[in-house]
């Protein structure tokens, strides 16, 4: 069984800026531990406590959303949800972008 372990999670949420490019709502530096989190579980952490939606598209298998994000613990301290989420992504092997404020698409490079 998998095991998802988040420690010490700020994240609150504030108003759009008005920026060229889409940015998240959610600004606050995360403090995050995962422990034999899979992809999927590690979003789906992320999306929960941010009240955002990331949306695993169709080219992402579900052999990739099942894998591990590490054999050891990963532990994220200060970033920000986009940093997070850049990191995780980037790690698998796979790319994102920011539809608006609320909702993160992730699809295979």
């Not at 530096?29 to 929960?48: D, M, N, Y």
């Not at 598209?57 to 613990?73: C, F, H, W, Y």
């Not at 949800?81 to 699809?107: A, C, K, N």
């Amino acid at each position: 069984m998998h095991i998802l372990l988040a420690i010490g999670v700020a994240i609150l949420t504030a108003g759009a800026t008005g920026a060229q490019r889409a940015t998240l709502a959610a600004t606050e530096p995360i403090h995050v531990t995962f422990v034999k989190a899979t992809f999927e579980e590690a979003l789906g952490s992320l999306a929960r406590v941010a009240k955002v939606t990331i949306e695993i598209d169709r080219s992402v298998t579900a052999e990739v959303r099942q894998q591990l994000i590490n054999n050891t613990p990963v532990r994220i301290a200060g970033a920000t949800l986009e940093q997070t989420i850049d990191l995780l992504t980037r790690q698998m092997g796979l790319s994102y972008t920011i539809v608006d404020t609320r909702l993160v698409r992730i699809f295979k490079q």
